[in-house]
């Protein structure tokens, strides 16, 4: 009884056996040999290259180059100090490394590994292949990284890419492009780098792999390699926006250059600037903090984001307002001097020429920029009428140049200030309006395409930095073709405008010295914005002032005359005098510009 008694248990074991086996290798046949699968076979993402960025004449503004990192896989708990220590004849970890590091995964915690040191040489990667058994928590990466050739050089145009974080992924999953970024560390976060990502960034790949328990590669099943991001050429010349750049020397500002013919922009400057390299791996935190407590603000985008007075530089297109409505056309004149009081007696407004510029016409005024003259204009045009002409220039309003974060100015009116203030609006506001002071700001982006327009007022265009792209046919025909246009009703109205400007660097003019001893004949307008208000009986005494609150410089122009090449539009901050300081930055431009394009033709 008892050997039938264990081979009773014995076969209902092995009958429990059988049905479990057959449970598995049956039933649940589909699940486990695709866990199996799963265990056995890996798909490693192949990240692609990131294009190439050229200027105009092909020097190269962004590439990449290979390099190492050693990253240090997160979720093993480790003494980092020990870990340090060991590795002191293999490689160097720093402290500054390990602060780096720590900073790494407080932002990019979703990543398995982080970089602990960057730009491995190849000595210092033979040493830790050799050794690697004695660090199973650490692992050497290569990737391409992102290189700027010229520095600090065209840094706000250019942009800069960083490590990918919560905030792009949502992004990402949001547009359900996810996928174009397996495998990638690094997106565009500002310029072009950031505008053109889709074009640049290129399509990931993959290689599907078998792997043994040990997680080693048996074999290799099958490549699909990545497709390279787009090459692609922007409309800069990164030599004349070098002389732009060092134009400037220590001060603040912005400059734009644009071909009045087609909307590139030649030169694109925010002064101060910053090194983008300083992202590529993720920016450190005394980095950041550098840029960031500035009173310079160097990350700020001033062509785009920079809000300012116009000044002076707003009265030709004040003009042209006024001729258009029928006010004050030549050959009516003023005798100025000095000052200009309202209609109903309210208030008196200065000339900022003591004493006046006597017999003054509308040619005259914006030849010696007469604030007497554009107060009675502006009062007498209204601020309705004024804005409707401003806006057709593109005051008001974005460009919608392709780079992101651009601001739309301001052309204040009645409803504006009512919401603003919960205030009407006064006449004497429309006088200071009239000459570019008040509520209104406006951009330098804004300034330099609304002189294109006065320069080649028949075209239309939006302004625009992508040149061409890589393989790709007629890039700007279609998209940029449209922009905003400004057709003048009579052309004799643009012909004054026009004329008055010329006469600006000529004898007399604002800027008579800017014209001296050039082989080109320039139109163009000063202009000086007050940073803070003047108390009544207050006098401006730029000597006393800290830096900060002293006048900012403004200068527009186009050149040559005949048939404009080049639109300039510059400010310094807190630069004073637009004749003197913004000036002179713009002629360089135009030498270097207008003299290679006369070697060119000759």
Known sequence: MRLKIIFGFVAFCLLLLLIRLFYLQIIQYDLYHGLSNKNSIKIVPLPPNRGIIFDRNQEILAQNYLSYTLELNKHTKINIEETKNKLANIIEITNNDINNYKEQLRKYHFYDTAPIKFNLSLVQITKFISQQHQFPELSIKQGFVRHYPLGHSSAH????????????????????????????????????ELYYEDIIHGT????????????????????????????????????????????????????????????????????PTFNPRLFTNGIKQTDWDNLNNKLNKPLLDRVLSGLYPP????????????????????????????????????????????GGHGTVDLIKAITVSC????????????????????????????????????????????????????????????????????????????????????????????????????????????KYGKGIANTVENSKYLDWVKEGMQNVTRDGGTAAFIGKNANYKMAAKTGTAQ????????????????????????????????????????????????????????????????????????
């Open 311 to 354: 000044g002076s530089t707003l009265k030709p297109f004040v003009a042209l307002a006024a001729l258009e409505n029928n006010i004050r056309t030549p050959p009516f004149s003023i005798q100025d001097h000095g000052s200009y009081t309202m209609p109903n007696g309210s208030k008196t407004f200065n000339d900022w020429k003591e």
């Open 371 to 478: 604030d007497t003259f554009f107060y009675g204009l502006g009062v007498e045009l209204g601020i309705p009428k004024l804005n409707k002409t401003l806006r057709r220039f593109g005051f008001g309003k974005k460009t919608q140049i392709d780079i992101h974060n651009e601001r739309s100015g301001l052309l204040a009116n009645e409803y504006w200030k009512k919401k603003r203030f919960n205030q009407p609006w006064y006449q004497g506001e429309t006088a200071i309006t009239a000459i570019g002071q008040g509520f209104t700001l406006v951009t330098p982006i804004q300034l330099a395409l609304a002189t294109a327009k006065l320069a080649k007022p028949d075209i239309t265009f939006k302004p625009h930095v992508l040149l061409s792209i890589e393989n790709t046919i007629d890039t700007n025909q279609n």
């Open 204 to 271: 990931p790949g993959y290689k599907k792999i078998e792997v043994d328990a040990d997680q080693e590669i048996v074999r290799v099943l099958k490549i699909v390699p990545p497709i390279s991001g787009k090459n692609i050429s922007l409309t800069i010349d990164s030599k004349l926006q070098k002389i732009a750049e060092d134009a400037f020397k220590k001060r603040k500002g912005a400059l734009v250059a644009i071909n009045p013919n087609n909307g590139e922009i030649l030169a694109y400057v925010s002064q």
């Open 157 to 192: 145009i250019i942009g800069y890419i960083n490590r990918i974080n919560h905030q792009d992924i949502k992004k990402l999953k949001q547009r359900k492009v996810l996928g174009r970024y397996l495998g990638t560390n690094h997106i565009g976060k500002s310029g072009v």
């Open 531 to 602: 940073v803070f208000g003047l108390k009544k009986n207050q006098s401006y005494d730029e000597q006393s002032l800290p830096d900060h609150l002293k006048d900012h410089a403004l200068f527009i122009a186009y050149a040559p005359i005949e048939n404009p090449k080049l639109a300039i539009a510059v400010i310094v901050e807190n630069g004073g005098h637009g004749g003197s300081i913004a000036g002179p930055i713009a002629k360089k431009v135009f030498d270097a510009y207008l003299e290679k394009e006369i070697r060119k033709n000759d």
